[in-house]
């Protein structure tokens, strides 16, 4: 409609004295905003054509017109009004023996109830409407036309409930009959329940053939909400094959529109799907501002399972920027919607179901997927408290060993303070073999409540490092006067053999140090004196090669076989003293995130060889 034309049905509205003009024009207008998906409009000149209808005896035009009230209302998640207008159509049409209006009420409120996944009520309504289209007898065309088109609506919404129950062959069988049906009607729709059969099954060529389809008839009907569940539903099959910048792309146009059209519980669902892609990418910095978004949208949203879905991704993405409590928080949200999804839909769903279809055996089939999902659900329901439980023990523990960490390195760094006071009063005491073991015993537990403070803080802070372009080799030579003056009290000869250009690869420098520091002080205790130490890089295709290797104590082949798990003790020096088994964790937990590697080899008494391989910039 032009607006020349809407302009013109306005002023037939407003001035015209015959309320049968005055009917068509509220009517017209009333189709044209529905078309252009302005709700608004729609429900204010439904509304006048209903009171004039009452006027003039147009009955029948008013019980579609509450329909048409109710269907926007549902298409903006406002269920409650839906159903409302649905039951008031449905009465009306009673009273005047209206078989399509009957039979249509019975399918917008059947789908109203699919909307918010009470099965029962769904296919109980749908099988009314069924059932009344079958008894209309009719030689007008159009209404012809209508019955066929909203048999397939009812024929697909069945499949979707099969295909929710993963009963994807009965789908599947009331899919294919609707596509035997001699019509063009909604095939956008049909074509897009098939694609979803087939992603469920794991089919994504079938599946994306069938979007495909799909989308086109879509787009051929000026299906805007078929078009944009074909954009999403493509989006998961590029973002299953790692096609992040396609998938998102599709997702954005989806959510523009739904946004624009007020159909929030889609919204929110492009919204959670957006925000996953950018958290598989490590974009956090992107995803936050589409999940604030979220919460903002979240009290219009009535569908729950897309509520569900949207607080999972929340909890992730706060566990994974360093919030735990948040992904506690959001975790124990999602829990409790799901439990109350379950509890409130399986029964009533199995038990309808196994009444109305074949009875006997779907009784036998629907009874055993009943055990399995009561199972199921109670398996998830401990999967999830122990998953909930182990969050929060995380997070005292990390509490807990902070504060004791740093209690102990207090109580240790008096007491070396304390000796070293007394190291100053009496200097012949540092060769006394007492004296040397207090002094070892410090560092060594200094060194220890350090790497507790480290691996504690890594755990926590994973997104805080930052990968710059640095010279590996320049930043290892930064270390090693420090190391020579720590070896030269051993005896110990460390000879460095740098690659004679130089190694750029992105680091985090802090952390790279922290790497070369425990490898080093490592291979300093369990040298014995006068030994020797070498460092060496080496540029091995499009790797940096780093090669730390030692004459000392070396160790077994279990000893290194579990080497890089977190409290493994590994070495003993000839003192007897025990590694803590943490050094090498924070050693490879650093490196993994560098997208480096690191392996070793050793043998007793003869010594071990640290290698690290860490791509170079090209």
Not at 321 to 350: R, V
Request: hydrophobic letters at 35%; proline letters at 1%.
């Amino acid at each position: 409609m032009t607006e020349t034309e809407r302009k013109k049905l306005k002023e037939q509205l407003e001035l015209s004295s015959d309320l049968h003009e005055k009917f068509i024009a509220a009517s017209d207008l009333c189709d044209d905003s529905f078309s252009q998906n302005n709700y608004e409009d729609t429900r204010k000149y439904a509304l006048e054509a209903i009171r004039l209808g009452k006027e003039i005896n147009k009955s029948e035009s008013i019980v579609s017109k509450y329909q048409i009230i109710g269907i926007t209302y549902a298409m903006q998640d406002d269920q409650q009004k839906a159903i409302e207008n649905f039951e008031t159509s449905l009465q009306l049409a009673n009273e005047i023996k209206d078989d399509y209006g009957i039979a249509q009420a019975h399918l917008n409120i059947g789908s109203n109830w699919f909307n918010i996944n009470n099965y029962y009520n769904a296919l109980e309504n749908y099988i009314k409407a069924l059932t009344a289209y079958k008894g209309i007898t009719t030689s007008d065309p159009v209404l012809q036309k209508n019955i066929t088109s909203d048999t397939v609506i009812v024929n697909n919404n069945i499949a979707l409930i099969f295909l929710h129950l993963k009963r994807y062959n009965d789908a599947m069988l009331w899919l294919n009959k609707t596509i035997s049906i001699d019509t063009t009607e909604h095939l956008e729709v049909t074509y897009h329940n098939l694609a979803a059969c087939y992603y469920q099954q794991k089919d994504l060529r079938q599946s994306l053939l069938h979007l495909n389809k799909s989308l086109k008839y879509s787009q051929q009907n000026s299906n805007t909400f078929c078009t944009n569940l074909c954009f999403i539903a493509i989006a998961d099959i590029y973002t299953l094959k790692k096609k992040y910048h396609q998938a998102l792309e599709l997702l954005l146009k989806a959510h523009t529109s739904l946004f624009q059209a007020n159909i929030y519980s889609y919204c929110l669902d492009t919204i959670n799907r957006i925000a996953t892609i950018y958290i598989l990418q490590k974009k956090h910095t992107l995803a936050k501002p589409y999940l604030k978004k979220g919460l903002k949208i979240i009290n219009q949203v009535t569908s729950e399972n897309f509520i569900c879905e949207f607080y999972k991704t929340y909890s992730k993405f706060s566990f994974e920027i360093g919030k735990p409590n948040d992904a506690y928080k959001y975790l124990q949200k999602s829990y409790e919607l799901n439990t109350k999804i379950f509890n409130d839909n399986l029964l009533q769903n199995t038990t309808f179901l196994a009444a109305e279809f074949d009875a006997v055996q779907k009784v036998k089939d629907l009874t055993i997927y009943h055990l399995k999902n009561v199972e199921l659900v109670n398996s998830q329901k401990t999967i999830e408290q122990k998953n909930l439980d182990l969050i929060n023990l995380n997070i005292e523990k990390d509490n807990i060993l902070h504060m004791i960490a740093y209690c102990i390195k207090d109580y240790v760094q008096t007491t070396q303070s304390s000796f070293d006071h007394l190291l100053t009063r009496d200097p012949n005491m540092k060769d006394k073999k007492h004296a040397k073991m207090i002094t070892e015993a410090s560092n060594n537990a200094i060194t220890l409540v350090n790497n507790l403070l480290y691996m504690n803080k890594i755990n926590i802070d994973e997104k805080q490092q930052t990968l710059v372009k640095q010279d590996i080799n320049e930043t290892i030579d930064s270390l090693r006067e420090c190391f020579r003056s720590m070896a030269k009290r051993k005896d110990i000869d460390l000879i460095t053999d740098f690659h004679l250009e130089p190694l750029y690869c992105y680091i985090d420098k802090d952390s790279f140090i922290k790497v070369i520091d425990n490898l080093l002080i490592n291979a300093i205790n369990y040298t014995p004196t006068e030994g020797k130490i070498s460092i060496k890089t080496k540029l091995v295709e499009k790797n940096a090669h780093l090669y730390i290797t030692d004459n000392g104590v070396g160790m077994t082949p279990e000893q290194t076989k579990n080497i890089f798990n977190q409290f493994t003790e590994t070495r003993h020096n000839k003192n007897e003293d025990k590694s803590s088994g943490i050094g090498l964790y924070i050693v490879k937990t650093i490196l993994d995130r560098h997208n480096a590697t690191i392996s070793v080899k050793s043998k007793i008494g003869k010594g071990t060889e640290f290698v690290i391989k860490i791509p170079v910039i090209i």
